[in-house]
């Protein structure tokens, strides 16, 4: 049997709260209300503090989900679960707090209003006269992850958009009434923030890295097995914690350096434990001790990255310790379970096998959250086709008990990467449950962002990922240069004629300029291939132009525009196979 909640765009039904219900969950029923109305044209009336209606769509506080013989705290939902209910004629919407009710608003919405909410500008609210739902409808749904941040500067970090498609992370511009974020500070790299050079370099040498005999004070770390480092640190620490009560996780992480410290008492503890980890997680322990005195539920959040990825033999990170895993040198044309390639350089550093640390840190770390990439840095406008490993990879991550991820794509609101709006969606949808067809995802998106050229958006798309599918030995990092020959020139002169009938296909100024901007990082391959000619030095300057107009000021991340058309023009790429001593400089060399 089905339960008519609305039949031709006339409905009985009303949103009704009662009156202990929390901000979150006011706004949650105020949107459920005018978002209805919207779809369905029909006077879905709020109601608050009144006589609860035989027919309504309850969004429920703890005590009206009791009073319907319902215990939450069974169901276990955290901070961001939801239940949706039929309860006699009335439906029942009811979730963890703080953010578990808007969510599942959100998901009500989606499922049986089709809204969508693609980017912070462009959303699907479509009309739907009649919306019925099973008279033993009974949803629970809880995210895989407790903490997910689909990071893209300039289109994902928008609070609606965020609250919309359930991500909750930090840099995610969300606002009490959606629940707020899990907020850290600093985000990362804070040894310099813990213990300056400039404060105390020129009387405490001591307290920062020796390497080959030297203290460094440039491009340093700190000496963590100085006592007077582990007091100062925790005090800064302490302070930070009094100037922000928002936040739930403090970051205790080494600089984005290499020179960790060789003193004898650091090495030895490294020596021991089989990798620079253990003397940093021996130090962010001690911290975290001291915290956990002030308030059990705050967090200490350090990286296992690069020099520290491995983790110790012996000692264990405390209970109210984070450890975020960084996966910077690995492959991300193929899951991470199933390719161990990793750039030359890593094999130096700790070995080869991402998996082995992984799985490593999994048996050892009660909260452990991941660091993953997803766009390459150094040729930001350029084809990426990973969207086959980003499920994958977070299956993974789920089976190893990762708690949090952090996906991280363009940095800048001036480097537009490629397919930035359907990636980011993308990536929060499977961050709530990686269990989704990726394939269907992508299509819903395109379908609903691109109009009439989604046809030829699509075919595009699949062109990319079913070369890369034909090209087993292919593999690609996030700082790879473009020498990856799975497109071919017959493949680029073929894509380039899909965005051509796409172009024409696009219906309104709108499309059209979708169109163009999804265009672009082919445009740019084919530029890189291109022989050097007068008519390419024309066509790298409107390319230039074109990327401009749209307020795109970065092809590499923190690379002018007018060095990295040089590079261009020239022919120049990157490489990431460097030395120790040019990583320990941080060198980003050409060649």
């Known amino acids: 049997m089905m339960i008519r909640l609305c039949e031709e765009c006339r409905t009985r039904y009303s949103v009704w709260i009662d009156s202990s219900c929390a901000e979150t969950e006011i706004y949650a029923a105020e949107e459920l209300s005018r978002l209805l109305m919207q779809v ?16 309504a769509i309850i969004v429920g506080s703890p005590d009206t989900v009791r009073s319907l013989g319902i215990e939450p705290d069974a169901l276990d939902l955290g901070t961001d679960g939801f239940a949706i209910r039929a309860v006699g004629e009335s439906v029942l919407i009811f979730g963890g707090r703080p953010r578990g009710t808007l969510y599942g608003v959100y998901a009500f919405l989606e499922r049986f209003g089709g809204c969508r909410w693609y980017t912070p500008s462009v959303s699907k609210i479509p009309l739907k006269p009649t919306i019925e739902i099973e008279s033993d409808l ?205 750039l030359s350089f890593a094999n130096r550093i700790h070995g080869d096998s991402f998996q082995r640390d992984l799985e490593g840190w999994a048996k050892v770390c009660d909260r452990l959250y991941i660091w993953d990439y997803v766009v390459n840095f150094h040729h930001y406008v350029m084809p990426f086709p990973n969207f086959g490993v980003l499920a994958a990879n977070l299956r993974y991550f789920r089976r190893n008990h990762v708690a949090g991820v952090f996906e991280e794509g363009s940095t800048t609101l001036f480097g537009k990467t490629e397919f930035i709006e359907l990636k980011s969606w993308v990536l929060a949808k499977l961050l709530w449950d990686p269990e989704q067809d990726t394939q269907a995802l992508v299509e819903d998106f395109i379908s609903g962002y691109y109009g009439n050229a989604a046809l030829y958006i699509m075919e595009y798309y699949n062109l990319l990922n079913d070369l890369l599918a034909h090209s087993p030995d292919t593999h690609f990092g996030i700082y790879d240069p473009p020498k990856v020959e799975y497109l071919t020139p017959e493949s680029i002169e073929y894509a380039l004629n899909i965005f051509e009938k796409a172009q024409a296909a696009a219906e309104t100024p709108a499309i059209r300029e979708r169109v163009a901007i999804a265009a672009l990082p082919i445009r740019y391959w084919s530029l890189l291939k291109m022989p050097s000619s007068p008519e390419r030095d024309a066509m790298i300057d409107a390319f230039r132009e074109d990327l401009e107009k749209r307020n795109i000021m970065q092809i590499t991340e923190s690379v002018d525009m007018d060095e990295s058309i040089r590079r261009l023009r020239n022919g120049v790429t990157y490489r990431f196979n460097y030395t120790l001593e040019e990583l320990a400089a941080g060198a980003q060399a050409e060649t």
């Open 40 to 55: 369905t044209e029909a006077n879905f009336a709020f109601l608050q503090d009144t006589k609860r209606p035989d027919k």
């Open 138 to 342: 009974n949803i629970i749904d809880k995210p895989a992850f407790e903490y997910r941040e689909s990071f893209f500067v300039g289109n994902s970090l928008d609070g609606n958009w965020a609250a919309h498609n359930r991500c909750n992370g930090n840099a995610m511009r969300l606002r009490a009434h959606q629940g707020g974020r899990v907020s850290y500070f600093p985000f990362v790299h804070t040894f310099n923030s813990l213990l300056s050079p400039d404060e105390f370099f020129d009387e405490h040498p001591e307290y920062f890295s020796l390497v080959d005999g030297k203290r460094q004070r440039n491009l340093t770390q700190l000496c963590l097995s100085n006592p007077d480092v582990v007091r100062i640190a925790t005090e800064r620490v302490k302070g930070w914690i009094k100037a922000h009560p928002e936040a739930t996780i403090f970051s205790v992480s080494q600089n984005d350096v290499y020179n960790p410290c060789q003193c004898p008492e650091c090495a030895r503890i490294d020596a021991e434990e089989g990798s620079h980890a253990g003397s940093l997680i021996r130090f962010v322990n001690q911290i975290a001790e001291e915290v956990e005195k002030i308030n059990p539920n705050l967090i200490i959040d350090t990286l296992a990255y690069q020099y520290t990825r491995t983790p110790p033999k012996h000692i264990r990170p405390r209970r109210n310790v984070c450890v975020r895993l960084c996966s910077i040198e690995c492959c991300f044309a193929h899951p991470l379970d199933k390719c161990d390639r990793i």
